[in-house]
């Protein structure tokens, strides 16, 4: 876990990806802890993508929910935390819940009983239902910081979101690295999607900086087995 301030408060960049995951960043992923709150924050898990998709004809293999819940209760682990805190694209539909194998049910059944665990909606599943467990809301503020599932561009008080998944692109050696990141505009900040079975936005992309606005500077933060690498995305013109 590698700690940063925001916002006047510790938080730490939890990597637990995959262990072996390859070096051009597959099989990563990321998740917020705030000591503070012994809160996990993590955004965009899309439970339950490969068996939306397998509705329509297009067969992926059906294990994203299970990893991702695994990935999600070695951050626990890692962490210690009480609380989850679930930032929207929680399931790639509202019919998700319904459609999760036992297995996976079984642990996310678990992990919303031992935890005070709190779903914020996104638009992915604006209409998350009981089954999921856990609490639903569209949005809350927990320590003078909200925690929404997309940022709102003007915004000058503290959030954490998610939506745009992004990584941070760089090319070394001929070879393209993406790896998922967190974007920072030092009040503000944009968690990368947690899910095995997502995609990724390029954190310079203009949609991630426009959100962010308005802002000084913006970066994209990267935990780094003990450190934390900061690359500059855009700074505001002198």
Avoid at 220 to 229: C, E, I, K, T, Y
Wanted: aromatic share 6%; hydrophobic share 45%.
């Amino acid at each position: 876990m590698v700690p940063f301030s925001f916002c006047g408060q510790e938080m730490r960049l939890v990597d637990c990806g995959i262990p072996g995951a390859a070096p051009n960043g597959a099989g990563r992923a990321s998740a917020l802890y705030w000591p503070r709150e012994q809160a996990l924050l993590v955004a965009d898990l899309h439970l339950e993508k490969a068996s939306f998709f397998a509705r329509t004809g297009q067969m992926l293999p059906p294990y994203d929910s299970r990893e991702t819940l695994e990935r999600l209760a070695l951050a626990v682990r890692l962490t210690g935390a009480r609380r989850v805190f679930a930032l929207g694209d929680n399931f790639h539909d509202s019919a998700g819940p319904e459609r999760l194998e036992p297995h996976a049910a079984g642990m996310l059944a678990a992990l919303t009983r031992a935890l005070d665990w709190v779903w914020i909606t996104g638009n992915h599943d604006p209409h998350l239902g009981a089954e999921a467990g856990g609490t639903r809301m569209e949005e809350l503020m927990l320590g003078g910081v909200a925690l929404r599932h997309q940022a709102l561009p003007g915004t000058c008080g503290g959030e954490i979101s998610g939506h745009f998944h992004p990584r941070l692109v760089v090319h070394a050696r001929g070879r393209r690295i993406a790896r998922p990141c967190a974007v920072n505009s030092g009040n503000r900040l944009i968690l990368p999607a947690f899910g095995a079975l997502t995609g990724g936005m390029d954190a310079a992309d203009p949609a991630i900086l426009s959100a962010l606005q308005p802002a000084e500077a913006i970066e994209a933060l990267v935990p780094a087995r003990d450190r934390l690498v900061r690359y500059p995305l855009w700074r505001k013109a002198a």
